[in-house]
């Protein structure tokens, strides 16, 4: 046992030399007024999973919600550091908790309306064997009293044992569209 060990130690060392992943922006606001309507963010971690923000919708009891819809490769796991999803003014502390109230799982090569609801938030998102990407989406019901302008501060997540941090996505009013949107 001892001896497969030490051959299984150069190839550790070797692929985790090659990691040469670069953390796309960490910030999604590129102006400090960040005037941009913006349709979705997406981003990269390690592996090619995928993290893509929505901007939020409107309901019609006056609440709002967005979703987080993550992409995992087939052979590939991704789980966060924490179970919470921050709302925070820039450069301010959290002010609120997004609360999570649905999860879907789906093979992306099954049809659209094949969907697993999850109860609860799972502690480890995996891809599914029978497709070649997994989407696990999380709609996450925010606060009624928004300020004009909010981040949602994500967990880092743990992929193959190393934490990344995960983009922080910026939301604000617009006046205009008389409703709240991803800025940049």
């Not at 299984?8 to 070797?14: F, G, I, R, S, V």
């Not at 002010?95 to 480890?124: C, H, S, W």
Request: include cysteine.
């Amino acid at each position: 046992m001892r001896r497969s060990a030490l051959l299984a130690l150069p190839l550790l060392l070797l692929v985790t030399a090659c990691d040469d992943y670069t953390a796309p922006s960490l910030y999604q606001a590129t102006t400090p007024d960040c005037k941009t309507w913006t349709e979705g963010s997406r981003f990269e971690l390690p592996r090619g999973i995928t993290v893509y923000a929505t901007p939020p919708t409107t309901l019609k009891d006056g609440g709002t919600e967005l979703a987080l819809i993550f992409t995992l490769p087939v052979g590939t796991q991704a789980s966060f550091t924490r179970l919470s999803f921050l709302l925070e003014e820039p450069k301010k502390p959290p002010f609120a908790n997004a609360n999570v109230t649905t999860i879907y799982q789906r093979g992306l090569d099954q049809k659209a309306e094949i969907v697993d609801v999850i109860e609860q938030l799972p502690i480890m998102f995996s891809a599914v064997g029978n497709s070649k990407a997994t989407q696990w989406r999380l709609r996450l019901q925010l606060p009624r009293q928004l300020p004009q302008r909010f981040d949602l501060n994500m967990p880092d997540m743990l992929v193959a044992g190393k934490r990344y941090p995960v983009r922080t996505f910026t939301y604000r009013y617009f006046d205009e569209r008389k409703a709240y949107g991803m800025c940049s």
